[in-house]
T-cell receptor, first 117, second 110 residues
Framework: NAGVTQTPKFQVLKTGQSMTLQCAQD?????MYWYRQDPGMGLRLIYY???????DKGEVPNGYNVSRLNKREFSLRLESAAPSQTSVYFC????????????????FGEGSWLTVV | GIQVEQSPPDLILQEGANSTLRCNFS?????LQWFHQNPWGQLINLFY???GTKQNGRLSATTVATERYSLLYISSSQTTDSGVYFC????????????FGKGTKLTVNP
């Protein structure tokens, strides 16, 4: 049981380049999330998806696009990377609903370190 | 949207001391969790606690939903408790938006 898998783990981009961060979960969870973490800023929500085929903006969506093509995968795309997007990116998932503890626990990937130069 | 405030932002303790971390939120919630982020960046779930009290070893948590706050207690702190502690909530408004506080950075000195 891999849980939440993010790729790549490390990436260096040049300003203006594009890339996609991939996230896959094997827990059959409905909700998936993308966060960025900057020093002293905690985790800020970029986009989230409550179910397959739906996405919603979070706190800091500008400069990003997402895609939830199936239940397992939720990708984050930077179309034209900027130095301000240098950050650690975390993907997370949650079952939803008011079920038991395990159903409402949030599971995180190990993070993707992105540097834009 | 819902606001989450954590205090204190920084906390320095000697090994063996006790501490209380606080999380205030601005709206009713149906999900509240506490996390520990270790020095390697890994986020570890500590408690799922939208209301009530739970304990796990030296850690315990209490959420008073009607007053919109949650407390995380760490007793007999150890150097391995160092890191950042986050509170995260989902409001009852029906959205699946999961919002984090800015965290409390805990340093436990030997």
């Amino acid at each position: 049981n891999a849980g939440v898998t993010q790729t790549p783990k490390f990436q260096v981009l040049k300003t203006g380049q594009s890339m996609t961060l991939q996230c896959a979960q094997d827990m059959n969870h409905n909700s998936m999330y993308w966060y960025r973490q900057d020093p002293g800023m905690g985790l800020r929500l970029i986009y989230y998806s409550a179910s397959e085929g739906t996405t919603d903006k979070g706190e800091v969506p500008n400069g990003y696009n997402v895609s939830r093509l199936n239940k397992r995968e939720f990708s984050l795309r930077l179309e034209s990377a900027a130095p301000s997007q240098t950050s650690v990116y975390f993907c997370a998932c949650r079952l939803q609903g008011r079920g038991g503890r395990s159903g409402n626990t949030i599971y995180f990937g190990e993070g993707s370190w992105l540097t834009v130069v | 949207g819902i606001q989450v405030e954590q205090s204190p932002p920084d906390l320095i303790l000697q090994e063996g001391a006790n501490s209380t971390l606080r999380c205030n939120f601005s709206d009713s919630v149906n999900n509240l969790q506490w996390f520990h982020q270790n020095p390697w960046g890994q986020l570890i779930n500590l408690f799922y606690i939208p209301s009530g009290t739970k304990q796990n070893g030296r850690l315990s948590a209490t959420t008073v939903a009607t007053e919109r706050y949650s407390l995380l207690y760490i007793s007999s702190s150890q150097t391995t408790d160092s890191g950042v502690y986050f509170c995260a909530v989902v409001s009852q408004g029906g959205s699946e938006k999961l919002v984090f506080g800015k965290g409390t950075k805990l340093t436990v000195n030997p």
